[in-house]
């Protein structure tokens, strides 16, 4: 097979969780339960946010864009995954790989940043609270948007038109359960050291880079934060970052035990496990965090609740 617009290689077939038809319901039910949970829960903070005033401020407009991307991640993998347990297929095409690879790139990038722009919003609002509403105005918090966006958009694209200059085997079979880049890298055929290389300068660039600006918040926050006299001023301050502290905990927890799966273990199984925690349960966790630890979420709630009830 030749790559480029010569070859006619026409699809890919994805790993499922299981091969044993008896495990494949429960699966179904399980991965079908998640999604719609990611989805409703994310849809719901969304809306909690946009119809309620207090909510119209940075922090929580980043979030409504951080909910709005974890329903984009889990809808690039799940349905596909849905469809093919039901349909007893696995075949993928070989355009459809590449979009699902495309926008999979795109939302987790997205996620990256954006979690890095929250924690600049929380260093400015604990460090420097007079001049908060000043720093973090609307056009600053709308820019930082639309940046996430272009750098998150240049650097799947990249990854894709990368991958198509490849030649592929007669091995397409991918281990794992949606089209991931590195999965794809392994059946080429064609030299893939600057596919790597790439990879590597995007980790670094848009991983480690975000990554430092979260814990170089977090130690000024931290300082700022033990200089309060108070016990309860010190907690109010606190209360304000621990939702999203969780987030980034979570996120580059799963992050780094993907890295570790595929690293340490020969497993296919094992590493497909991981990613899931990753692609589907993180995203469905965000929604319980904010309103489980959020006074202002669920306040906001309450009287979204009030306001529906009001109107029977």
């Known amino acids: 097979m030749v790559p480029g617009n010569q070859t006619q290689f026409a699809e890919f ?35 909690v946010i946009g119809s309620d005033s207090h909510l119209h401020t940075p922090m929580y407009f980043f979030l409504s864009n951080l ?36 926008f999979f790139l795109l939302f987790a990038c997205l996620d990256n940043i954006l979690l890095a722009a929250m924690a600049y919003d929380r260093f400015v609002a604990i ?3 007079l001049r908060y509403a000043a720093i973090m105005s609307p056009h600053l918090c709308n820019l ?21 200059r490849l030649s592929f085997c007669t091995d397409h079979e991918i281990q794992h359960f ?19 290389i790439f ?16 814990i170089l918040s977090y130690s000024q926050i931290c300082s700022s934060i033990l200089k309060i006299p108070s016990a309860q001023g010190k907690y109010k301050a606190f209360s304000t970052c621990g939702s999203h502290l969780s987030i980034v905990s979570l996120f580059y927890g799963t992050e780094f035990g993907v890295y570790l799966s595929s690293s340490a273990t020969h497993s296919s199984w094992k590493s497909t496990v991981a990613s899931a925690m990753y692609a589907v349960v993180t995203p469905m966790l965000n929604p319980f965090i904010y309103t ?21």
């Open 13 to 47: 077939i994805l790993l499922r969780f299981s091969e044993k038809p008896n495990e494949e319901g429960p699966l179904f039910g399980l991965f079908l339960g998640m999604y719609l949970i990611t989805v409703l829960g994310n849809l719901l903070i969304m809306l």
């Open 67 to 102: 909910s709005f991307v974890d329903i984009c991640v889990v809808s690039t993998t799940v349905p596909k995954m849905l469809v093919s347990i039901l349909t007893q297929n696995k075949a993928i095409s070989y355009a459809g790989c590449l979009a699902q690879m495309y």
């Open 127 to 129: 460090c420097h609270p």
């Open 144 to 164: 930082l948007v639309l940046f996430s966006w272009i750098i998150s958009f240049l650097n799947s694209l990249i990854h894709c038109l990368n991958v198509t």
């Open 178 to 196: 949606f089209c991931d880049l590195a999965e794809v890298l392994k059946l080429s055929c064609s030299d893939t050291l600057f596919n790597y």
């Open 199 to 214: 990879i590597y300068f995007v980790i670094g660039l848009l991983g480690i880079l975000p990554f430092t600006g979260i």
């Open 292 to 312: 489980l630890r959020n006074k202002d979420i669920k306040d906001a709630f309450r009287r979204l609740i009030s306001r529906i009830a009001s109107c029977k």
